[in-house]
């Protein structure tokens, strides 16, 4: 069983940065891929990056490639993704996600946080 809770969210302007973090409960956090999502209104909840277990293996979509990072902290029980270059299309609600294996496919997730509004100005 694993709980999530995101924080970091907020508004910036285009070009901005900004840092999300997701808290994780439960001992076995170590043992399970995580990853972050983005739903914009009216669209569908989407992939955003993902992080193998031990961190060592990162995935991210096209969209954000080379301007956002996923990194995490096992002894921390933390998950983090760094946004840099931010553009207004990336206005969404931010969810992190725990499952144990590798995947992409949100109807796959067992485990979610309840989200944290990101807003990018232009």
């Keep these: 069983q694993v709980q999530l809770v995101e924080s970091g969210g907020g508004l910036v302007q ?6 999300l973090s997701c808290a ?3 001992r076995t956090f170590s ?20 992080i193998s277990s031990g961190g060592g ?6 969209s954000v ?6 990194s995490r902290d096992n002894a921390k029980s933390m998950v ?14 931010y969810y992190c996600a725990a499952d144990p294996k590798i995947t992409y496919r949100r109807d796959e997730y067992g ?3 309840q989200g944290t509004q990101v807003t990018v100005s232009s």
């Design 57 to 62: 293996i990162t995935y991210y979509a096209d």
């Design 14 to 19: 285009a070009g901005g940065s900004l840092r």
């Design 65 to 70: 490639k080379g301007r956002f990072t996923i």
């Design 111 to 113: 485990y979610w946080g």
């Design 80 to 93: 983090y993704l760094q946004m840099n270059s931010l553009k207004p299309e990336d206005t969404a609600v």
């Design 24 to 26: 994780a409960s439960g």
């Design 31 to 50: 043992s399970y891929f995580m990853a972050w999502f983005r739903q914009a209104p009216g669209k569908e909840r989407e992939f955003v990056a993902g």
